[in-house]
Structures are given as C-alpha cells and as structure tokens.
Nanobody
C-alpha cells in the first residue's frame, strides 16, 4: 500500500511559479512511475507529467512542456512538480499518482492517488 500526501497548491498570478510536492510512504519499492494529473471543472482528468521513480525518463503533456518539470527524490520518497510561467489555463485540481506498471499517460493506469491540491492562476 502506497500513501501519497500532497502540498503546495494555492492562488497565484499569471507568470508566477509554484511547486507542488507529493510525499510517498516508505513502501515504494513496487512503484515504477510517478505522475501528475489535473482536472478543471467540466473537464476530464488529464495527464500533466510523469517520471520514472528510479529517475531518468520524464514525460510531459504538450500544454505544459517547457514550463513544468517533474522530479523524484528517492531519499525523501518525494515527487515534485515545478510549475513556471503559470497561465490561467493551468487552473485545476492537481493530483499526484503512483503506478506499478510502465504506462503513464492515462488515469486508469495508476494504482494510488493523493487527495488533490487546488491551483488557481489569476490573470
């Protein structure tokens, strides 16, 4: 069982930066991929970014590529999402997730989820 606890959401202005943090439980040896998803009102949950828990490969949605960076810190059992140049279109509830498999871009492929944290970007 993997427990995920998120923090870092908030209200910011367009162009600002924000860092989301997701702390995982100690039992992460079976996790292969850590990911971030977001969901805005009236929209489906969409893929944002993912990375190998062991480090190395990262994957991004086209809408955030070049602005967001995902990273993992195995020593701290933490995954981070650094969000720069935020836009009002980034406003959504952001979710941290962990997958035991090797696929990464669909919510159905993830086994564990955080509680979600709200990110609101004003213009």
């Amino acid at each position: 069982q993997v427990q995920l606890v998120e923090s870092g959401g908030g209200l910011v202005q367009a162009g600002d930066s924000l860092r989301l943090s997701c702390a995982a439980s100690r039992r992460t040896f079976s996790v292969y991929v850590m990911g971030w998803f977001r969901q805005a009102p009236g929209k489906e949950r969409e893929f944002v970014a993912a990375g190998r828990w062991s480090g190395g490969s990262t994957y991004y949605a086209d809408s955030v590529k070049g602005r967001f960076t995902i990273s993992t810190d195995n020593a701290k059992n933490t995954v981070l999402l650094q969000m720069n140049s935020l836009k009002p279109e980034d406003t959504a509830t952001y979710y941290c997730a962990a997958s035991l498999g090797r696929n990464y871009d669909r919510p159905e492929e993830y086994n564990y989820w955080g509680q979600g944290t709200q990110v609101t970007v004003s213009s």
